[in-house]
C-alpha cells in the first residue's frame, strides 16, 4: 500500500523568495513519484516525475525535486517565486495496482504575494 | 490531439437521479482510472481500468459503477445520486511504455447533488 503526506495545506511566500513544499511518502514497493500542479477550475498538469533513474529532477517552470529514499521525501523546490506560481500542488506516489494508478497527498496551495 | 475529453463539465442532479459521466481518450492509452477530488482531501480513486473489459474498485467506489467496452472510453455512472457525491470529477489516462505511468488528466466534472 502506498501513502503520501503533504506538511503544511498552505505555504505562503513572497515574489522571488524560495519555494519550498514537502512531500513524504510510503511504500511496499519501490515507488513512481511525481508533482502534479492545478490552477483554478483546471485540470491537473504533470510537473515532474521520479522513475529511479536521476534522484534530482527538474521540471517544468524552473521547479525541481529531490529523491530522499532515506528519508522517504521528495520535497518540490524552485529558487526564486514567481505570482504565475500561484496554484494547488500535488504530490503522488505510484506502485500499487501495477503503477496504474496514483495515491495522492491532500495538497499545498502555493500562495505568492508581491 | 483532444488527450482526455470529459464530458459535461458542470451538472446539477437531485438526490435519487442517476447519471453518467464521460470520459474519452485518443492517445490509445490502456490505463484509465477516475478519481474525485474534495477540499482537503486530494484526489481519491473510484475505479480504474488496466485494459478494455477489466475493470477493479479503487479507495471509494461505493455508489459508483463502470464499464470499459473500448479502449477509449471509459464512463462512470452514479446509480441513485446522493450528497456526498458532490465533488469534481476526474479522468486519467496513461500507456504502455511511459516509465512511471504519467496520468493525463481530463479538465473534470463539477457536479452538485441537491
Known amino acids: 500500500a502506498q501513502s503520501v503526506t503533504q506538511l503544511g495545506s498552505h505555504v505562503s511566500v513572497s515574489e522571488g523568495a524560495l519555494v519550498l513544499l514537502r512531500c513524504n511518502y510510503s511504500?511496499?514497493?519501490?515507488?513512481?513519484l511525481f508533482w502534479y500542479v492545478q490552477y483554478p477550475n483546471q485540470g491537473l498538469q504533470l510537473l515532474l516525475k521520479?522513475?529511479?533513474?536521476?534522484?534530482l529532477v527538474k521540471g517544468i517552470n524552473g521547479f525541481e525535486a529531490e529523491f530522499k529514499k532515506s528519508e522517504t521525501s521528495f520535497h518540490l523546490t524552485k529558487p526564486s517565486a514567481h505570482m504565475s506560481d500561484a496554484a494547488e500542488y500535488f504530490c503522488?506516489?505510484?506502485?500499487?495496482?501495477?503503477?496504474?494508478?496514483?495515491?495522492f497527498g491532500k495538497g499545498t496551495m502555493l500562495l505568492v504575494s508581491p | 490531439n483532444a488527450g482526455v475529453t470529459q464530458t459535461p463539465k458542470f451538472q446539477v442532479l437531485k438526490t435519487g437521479q442517476s447519471m453518467t459521466l464521460q470520459c474519452a481518450q485518443d492517445?490509445?492509452?490502456?490505463?484509465m482510472s477516475w478519481y474525485r477530488q474534495d477540499p482537503g482531501m486530494g484526489l481519491r480513486l473510484i475505479h480504474y481500468?488496466?485494459?478494455?473489459?477489466?475493470?477493479d474498485q479503487g479507495e471509494v467506489p461505493n455508489g459508483y459503477n463502470v464499464s470499459r467496452s473500448t479502449t477509449e472510453d471509459f464512463p462512470l455512472r452514479l446509480l441513485s445520486a446522493a450528497p456526498s457525491q458532490t465533488s469534481v470529477y476526474f479522468c486519467?489516462?496513461?500507456?504502455?511504455?511511459?516509465?512511471?505511468?504519467?496520468?493525463?488528466f481530463g479538465q473534470g466534472t463539477r457536479l452538485t447533488v441537491v
Open positions: 511504500s511496499s514497493v519501490p515507488p513512481y
Open positions: 486519467a489516462s496513461s500507456g504502455p511504455g511511459q516509465v512511471g505511468r504519467v496520468a493525463f
Open positions: 503522488a506516489v505510484s506502485g500499487g495496482s501495477g503503477y496504474s494508478t496514483l495515491t
Open positions: 521520479y522513475t529511479s533513474a536521476a534522484t
Open positions: 492517445m490509445n492509452h490502456e490505463y
Open positions: 481500468s488496466v485494459g478494455a473489459g477489466i475493470t
